[in-house]
């Protein structure tokens, strides 16, 4: 699955939190699970889908996990594209 991060994640975006930072509003965006619970974890470097029944673990590629740590830093990041690995 390609995954946007627009400027719009990244305006509407929270530094260091796990639910609203600009990768977890993109990925809701690209899955259309808006309202359900998700978690993207700089530690564990993946997304996390969470339902009644189960979680589901991704681990994001380099460059998702360099975007986090330059957003929760307080650096200039632009708009991207990765590839999520949903298999």
Excluded: H
């Amino acid at each position: 699955m390609i995954v946007k991060v627009t400027q719009e994640n990244i305006d509407n975006g929270t530094a260091a939190d796990c639910r609203a930072c600009p990768i977890a509003l993109a990925v809701l965006s690209a899955t259309k699970l808006e309202g359900k619970f998700n978690k993207v974890s700089v530690a564990r470097c993946s997304v996390w889908f969470v339902t009644p029944e189960d979680v589901f673990d991704y681990k994001l590629p380099e460059s998702a996990r360099m975007f986090i740590q330059r957003f929760d830093s307080g650096q200039m990041v632009y708009p991207f594209e990765f590839e999520l690995s949903v298999d």
